[in-house]
């Protein structure tokens, strides 16, 4: 007898545990359905610019260095092509060297800055303030906040100065770049490999071989500038070859 009563207690469970599965799975079938409206796997986030879209600024885009908040001062007179006269005084551009009256390119980079420059620019401070003539020195840059230094440099009418400042390492970069492309009036005819009296890849040279720190520094930059310094130009090691022709 009890037998019998376990025999039907079992064919009774049995329907209703498979009964009870089918309930779950439908269960979870329509949670998935209602969870693919929220989630979607397949899609990805992208951010794209549209051709209808409005552009950020009017006029020339941004240089690598910018500064719209540095202080504006009025110009009130062009020295040559990296010193110029100011309200609040002379003013010796911090990141670059310009030819000098005489040299090759003066008239250019002199012409340029001017045209650059306008009636007022804006000045950053580096790490020194003065030079050894008094002169204040700054990064300068256009009302609208475009580096006038960056400009001279990639223009190819500046080289950069090597030594300090927060911005040699970008100034130091565009120079590279001008000379490869052979940029305005200081690269245009040639490289250095062209032009220079030495080949960086000959024979090795001393301070002595050369006549200017310009002539050494544009050899040791060709020869792979502070990462590689074969020719030892740089003996204290601070970027600045053959200090003792300046």
């Given at each position: 007898m009890l037998g019998m009563v376990a025999d039907s207690t079992r064919y009774l469970v049995q329907p209703l545990v498979l009964l009870g599965l089918f309930a779950v799975l439908m269960l979870l079938a329509a949670c998935g359905e209602?969870?693919?409206?929220f989630f979607d796997s397949s899609v990805e986030t992208t951010i794209t610019v549209t051709a209808d879209q409005p552009p950020l600024s009017i006029g020339l885009p941004k240089t690598s260095i910018f500064c719209p908040d540095c202080r504006l001062v009025d110009v009130t007179g062009v020295v040559d092509g990296d010193t110029i006269d100011t309200s609040s005084g002379r003013v010796r551009f911090f990141g670059v060297d310009t030819p000098e009256r005489g040299d090759a390119c003066f008239s250019e980079a002199?012409?340029?800055?001017?045209m650059l420059v306008g009636s007022q620019v804006r000045l950053e401070d580096g790490p020194r303030l003065e030079d050894s003539f008094g002169r204040r020195l700054a990064y300068v840059y256009d009302p609208s906040g475009n580096s006038i230094d960056v400009q001279l440099v990639a223009g190819g009418f500046a080289r950069a100065w090597p030594r300090d400042g927060q911005h040699r390492d970008v100034l130091v970069g565009l120079e590279q770049s001008a000379k490869s492309n052979q940029a305005g009036c200081l690269w245009t005819g040639g490289s250095f490999t062209e032009t220079g009296q030495?080949?960086?890849?000959?024979?090795?040279?001393?301070?002595?071989?050369?006549?200017?720190?310009?002539?050494?520094?544009?050899?040791?930059?060709?020869?792979?500038?502070?990462?590689?310094?074969?020719?030892?130009?740089?003996?204290?090691?601070?970027?600045?070859?053959?200090?003792?022709?300046r």
């Open positions: 209602t969870g693919s409206e002199t012409d340029f800055t001017r030495y080949a960086p890849s000959g024979p090795d040279r001393d301070c002595g071989d050369f006549g200017t720190w310009r002539e050494a520094n544009d050899f040791y930059v060709a020869a792979g500038g502070p990462e590689r310094n074969p020719h030892q130009l740089d003996g204290d090691g601070d970027g600045v070859p053959c200090e003792s022709l």
